[in-house]
């Protein structure tokens, strides 16, 4: 059981702001902060206030210290919305692996991209599938065998 005088102390810890940092204690107001930056207040007068209030802070800790807040803020909103009462979510599902001896293919080109050309990687996933398809050496080797040499005409 804890001792009742700790508690009290630890609340009292909790709302002095002494013993809290400057972020924290702007987050204690944050709404107040935002509904006057909605109303058209400027930063410059918000932060002196601020300042004027206790506390200490220039425009860039306190430009960085709510752009923390309100980061964090939008993270416990979208858990919220999934039902999570702030908990983390679940980590998104892997997609199945290939069963064995599968081959992968390349993707189909793009409309109007001629399918000989080599695809050119527009996201990390497009340079993961590359590395993902098997190559038949073999089957290369036979067509440029069977396949005439380009002449190039003289002009």
Same mark, same amino acid.
């Not at 944050?30 to 601020?50: C, D, M, P, Q, Y």
């Not at 527009?122 to 002449?151: G, Q, W, Y």
């Given at each position: 059981?804890?001792?009742?005088?700790?508690?009290?102390?630890?609340?009292?810890?909790?709302?002095?702001?002494?013993?809290? %940092?400057?972020?924290?204690?702007?987050?204690? =107001?944050?709404?107040?902060?935002?509904?006057?930056?909605?109303?058209?207040?400027?930063?410059?007068? =918000?932060?002196?206030?601020?300042?004027? %209030?206790?506390?200490? #802070?220039? #425009?860039?800790?306190?430009?960085?210290?709510?752009?923390?807040?309100?980061?964090? /803020?939008?993270?416990?909103?979208?858990?919220?919305?999934?039902?999570?009462?702030?908990?983390? %979510?679940? @980590? &998104?599902?892997?997609? &199945?692996?290939?069963?064995?001896?599968?081959?992968?293919?390349?993707?189909?080109?793009?409309?109007?991209?001629?399918?000989?050309?080599?695809?050119?990687?527009?996201?990390?996933?497009?340079? /993961?599938?590359?590395?993902?398809?098997?190559?038949?050496? /073999?089957? =290369? %080797?036979?067509? @440029?065998?069977?396949?005439?040499?380009?002449?190039?005409?003289?002009?």
């Amino acid at each position: 059981m804890v001792d009742n005088s700790v508690a009290d102390k630890l609340r009292a810890l909790a709302l002095s702001n002494a013993n809290r %940092s400057e972020t924290a204690r702007l987050g204690d =107001i944050l709404n107040e902060v935002e509904n006057a930056l909605k109303a058209g207040v400027h930063r410059s007068a =918000i932060l002196k206030t601020l300042n004027e %209030s206790g506390f200490r #802070m220039n #425009m860039k800790s306190f430009e960085s210290a709510l752009h923390r807040l309100r980061k964090k /803020k939008k993270g416990e909103g979208s858990r919220k919305e999934e039902g999570g009462h702030g908990q983390q %979510s679940p @980590a &998104p599902a892997q997609p &199945p692996a290939p069963a064995a001896g599968a081959r992968l293919t390349a993707p189909s080109p793009r409309v109007g991209q001629n399918p000989d050309e080599p695809q050119r990687a527009r996201n990390p996933n497009d340079l /993961k599938r590359a590395r993902e398809v098997e190559v038949d050496l /073999k089957a =290369i %080797s036979r067509n @440029a065998k069977h396949t005439p040499p380009e002449t190039t005409e003289k002009g």
